[in-house]
């Protein structure tokens, strides 16, 4: 199976859809402890952005991840888009990082199944078609109208595409023209767009569902919904395979962090709501308002599972909207040490859904 013609185009669009701009925190509490395999610093990769809760909780200054690294020190990046946290995943810039399935899988098929692997689940769902309720009041009065997602050939809009496909509507994926008018718009100016009226609503992730929303936009139909036991893949965490190969202790460090991060995410939603959005506001200069966050945070479920066979029923959608060759993700998952990490925590394992190690 191949991912030649297409793949270049998906490289350069897909990514999840984050906010902030890339920043190395300056100043962070010295580390204590002993370090791990003896190094000094592990690189970690996330956006700032909610589907990331895991990394906005759990790599705070002196939080989870950095307690089960000891004196391993972590040096956290935030990135804007996936293309750009896969291409310091290959230069080497991070060792590390959160992001979402479209990337991770074209990460992997262009290197031919040689730099990277997923080595975990942390986000489901938190994705949206929000629309103008003067213009749309239900499913059909989509035909026609006009209706944003983030990038050509990104993970909403590939999910967007499918769901047209399968009401029997045709659009062009190139262009965006049929008998729905794909408008791919940055996530920033979605929320401008809206209030302009030059969109009809948007298929998105939170926030900016909740930012529209907030301008009094319609939730018309949550993409969980869409999947079985209403779970699907939007954030995983990936690894240089090199790293991994080299430093499995100081991974298994970090993924006992996730791991412990998220149940605690869990036991605490409050106060992880209020940790993640100090998160962003450090990061992007001002937290989400309550009306943006609330339901934002309430949409998205951390997990540990990697949710593998959405993730190739995601590549498949590409396929069928003629965005990607047929990729071979045989081997994109190693979750040997999440499995170990789980058992460890009495917690049941998970599975690679055929698709690499477990």
Same mark, same amino acid.
């Given at each position: ?9 998906? /490289? ?9 701009? +890339? ?7 010295? &580390?204590?402890? +002993?370090?791990?395999?003896? %190094?000094?610093?592990?690189? $970690? ?29 972590? *040096? ?9 946290? $896969? ?6 810039? /991070?060792?590390?990082?959160? =992001? ?13 199944? @040689?730099?990277?692997?997923? $080595? ?15 213009? /749309? *009041? ?38 965006? *023209? ?10 920033? &100016? ?24 907030? +301008? ?21 965490? /990936? &690894? @240089?395979?090199?790293?991994?190969? +080299? ?19 869990? !036991? ?14 450090? %990061? ?9 966050? !609330? ?28 965005? %990607? ?6 081997? =994109? ?21 055929? %698709?690499?190690?477990?």
């Amino acid at each position: 199976m191949r991912a030649d013609a297409a793949l270049p185009l998906l /490289i350069s669009a897909l990514g999840a859809c984050g906010y902030g701009s +890339e920043k190395d925190d300056e100043k962070r509490t010295e &580390v204590t402890g +002993e370090k791990i395999d003896g %190094l000094d610093e592990v690189k $970690i990769g996330y956006f700032a952005n909610l589907t990331h809760a895991t990394a906005l909780v759990g790599l705070k200054d002196g939080g989870i991840i950095q307690k089960e690294l000891g004196g391993t020190e972590i *040096k956290p990046y935030t990135f804007n888009a996936g293309p750009s946290e $896969i291409e310091a995943l290959n230069a080497g810039s /991070i060792d590390i990082g959160w =992001i979402g399935p479209s990337p991770s899988i074209n990460g992997y098929v262009k290197s031919h199944g @040689k730099n990277l692997r997923i $080595i975990s689940g942390s986000a489901s769902g938190g994705v949206k078609l929000v629309v103008n309720p003067a213009k /749309i *009041k239900k499913l059909d009065d989509v035909k026609g109208k006009k209706i944003a997602t983030p990038q050509l050939g990104n993970t909403q809009d590939v999910a967007f595409l499918n769901w047209v496909k399968e009401r029997g509507w045709k659009v062009d994926a190139q262009s965006g *023209k049929g008998d729905v008018s794909v408008v791919r718009t940055d996530n920033k &100016v979605t929320p401008d767009a809206y209030k302009s009226g030059s969109i009809d609503g948007a298929w998105v992730p939170e926030p900016t569902a909740s930012k529209l929303v907030a +301008e009094g936009a319609k939730v018309l139909l949550d993409e969980s919904a869409l999947w079985p036991d209403e779970k699907f893949v939007i954030t995983n965490v /990936i &690894v @240089k395979q090199s790293f991994l190969e +080299e430093h499995p202790d100081v991974v298994e460090a970090v993924l006992r962090g996730s791991v412990k991060t998220n149940r605690w995410i869990k !036991d605490n939603p409050d106060r992880a709501k209020a940790d993640a959005n100090a998160a962003l506001a450090e %990061l992007t200069g001002k937290p989400l308002p309550t009306e943006v966050v !609330d339901p934002a945070w309430e949409s998205i479920q951390v997990i540990d599972d990697p949710l593998a066979a959405t993730l190739d029923s995601q590549a498949e959608h590409a396929v069928q909207a003629g965005l %990607l060759e047929e990729p071979d993700l045989a081997g =994109i998952y190693d979750l040997r040490l999440l499995n170990k990490v789980l058992r460890a925590e009495g917690r049941p394992t998970v599975s690679a859904a055929g %698709l690499g190690r477990q």
